[in-house]
Each structure stands twice: as C-alpha cells, then as structure tokens.
C-alpha cells in the first residue's frame, strides 16, 4: 500500500525529470529562448498530478488554470501540469488538447491563459515518429503548459520571428541527432524516444 510519503518521493522523481528535461533541453538547446529567464527566476509552478482519468484530469486542469489566473506574475509567470498515469497515449493526449482549450473558454480564461503541450511520443503533423524534430516537444511525462497571454505577448514582441525558432530547433536537434540527443539524459524511456 502506497503511502502520502510514497506519493511526496514520486512526485519528486518526476518534478526532478521535468526539471532536468528543462535545463539539458529546452534551455540547454535553446529550445525556448523565452524559458531561460522564467527558470532562473523560479517563476514556473510544477504540479504532478494524480489524475488516472481524463476526467480527473480535466478537473485538475481546471483548478490550475484558476491558480495560474489568480498568482502574482512576479511569483508564478506559468505552470507545468505533469500526469504520468493519464494520456500516456499521444493521439489520446492530442485528443485532450481540444477539451483542454474548450475548458479555458468555459473558465472564461481565453484571452489570458492558454495550454501548451509536451509529451513523451510528440509528433508533429507530416513527420515520422522517430524524426529528430519532434523531441523539440518531448518530455519525460505527458506535460501540460499553462501560459498567460500576456507571456507570450512579450515573448512575440521581443522574438517578432517566431517561425526562426521552429527552424532554428529543427537545425538544432538534427546537428545533435539521435545519439546526442540520448546522451542528454532527459529521463525519456529509451523505447519511445529517438
């Protein structure tokens, strides 16, 4: 029988994952030259969740996005919702993503919030699974991102290119192929990442 302590360490081997996988890859790489100042300024909220249904999921998603819609910016800019025990699946997650978006409108948060996504399997439409490119939005769990608006309207005005980025991160990853990308150590299983 699994105790809240059992829960507390779990929870703290995937935080410490996301949090590598945040350092060694998407700033290591440069992946997001928007997420090395909110990291260093420890402004990013992780929350693991133990959602095992996509319902439980929806409900957690709900009170983060109200969190994240209530914080201080100066003290939480944005929040990692990570859940390892649901929508491990990628076209499930994909699936989700709709429901995810629906849910900020109802919330009445469009406007000021929006959802980001990470999985472990991400593929992007028109690649292979195992394209290199696709680790620009890989991540040790299935991984929600709740961004405020106001966020990524900075980010746009001071990176008005933001197409150079996507080009910048495929160049990026291919440089660094598959075994580079490995050596990384970003707590993917081997089986599902390139």
Same mark, same amino acid.
């Given at each position: 029988?699994?105790?809240?302590?059992?829960? #507390?360490?779990?929870?703290?081997? $995937?935080?410490?994952?996301?949090?590598?996988?945040?350092?060694?890859?998407?700033? !290591?790489?440069?992946?997001?030259?928007?997420?090395?100042?909110?990291?260093?300024?420890?402004?990013?909220?992780?929350?693991?969740?133990?959602?095992?249904?996509?319902?439980?999921?929806?409900? &957690?998603?709900?009170?983060?996005?109200? $969190?994240?819609?209530?914080?201080? /910016?100066?003290?939480?800019?944005?929040?990692?919702?990570?859940?390892?025990? $649901? @929508?491990?699946?990628?076209?499930?997650?994909?699936?989700?993503?709709?429901?995810?978006?629906?849910?900020? /409108?109802? @919330? !009445? @948060?469009? !406007?000021?919030?929006?959802?980001?996504?990470? #999985?472990?399997?991400?593929?992007?439409?028109?690649?292979?699974?195992?394209?290199?490119?696709?680790?620009?939005?890989?991540?040790?769990?299935?991984?929600? #991102?709740?961004?405020? /608006?106001?966020? &990524?309207?900075?980010?746009?005005?001071?990176?008005?290119?933001?197409?150079?980025?996507?080009?910048?991160?495929?160049?990026?990853?291919?440089?660094?192929?598959?075994? !580079?990308?490995?050596?990384?150590? &970003?707590?993917?299983?081997?089986?599902?990442?390139?």
């Amino acid at each position: 029988m699994m105790t809240a302590s059992d829960d #507390h360490v779990k929870d703290d081997k $995937v935080t410490a994952a996301t949090r590598n996988w945040l350092e060694k890859a998407v700033i !290591g790489l440069n992946l997001c030259p928007f997420a090395r100042a909110v990291y260093a300024a420890d402004r990013i909220r992780y929350v693991v969740s133990d959602a095992t249904t996509i319902e439980a999921l929806l409900e &957690v998603l709900a009170a983060e996005l109200e $969190v994240l819609a209530e914080a201080d /910016e100066n003290q939480t800019e944005t929040t990692l919702l990570i859940h390892p025990q $649901v @929508l491990g699946d990628f076209l499930d997650y994909n699936d989700f993503l709709e429901m995810a978006d629906m849910l900020v /409108e109802e @919330l !009445g @948060l469009d !406007g000021m919030l929006q959802v980001a996504s990470f #999985h472990p399997q991400y593929q992007f439409a028109e690649t292979e699974s195992d394209d290199i490119e696709n680790c620009s939005n890989r991540s040790p769990y299935p991984t929600l #991102h709740l961004l405020r /608006e106001s966020s &990524v309207e900075r980010a746009v005005a001071a990176h008005p290119d933001t197409e150079q980025i996507c080009r910048d991160n495929i160049k990026t990853l291919r440089q660094l192929g598959r075994e !580079g990308w490995a050596r990384l150590d &970003v707590g993917m299983p081997r089986s599902k990442s390139p």
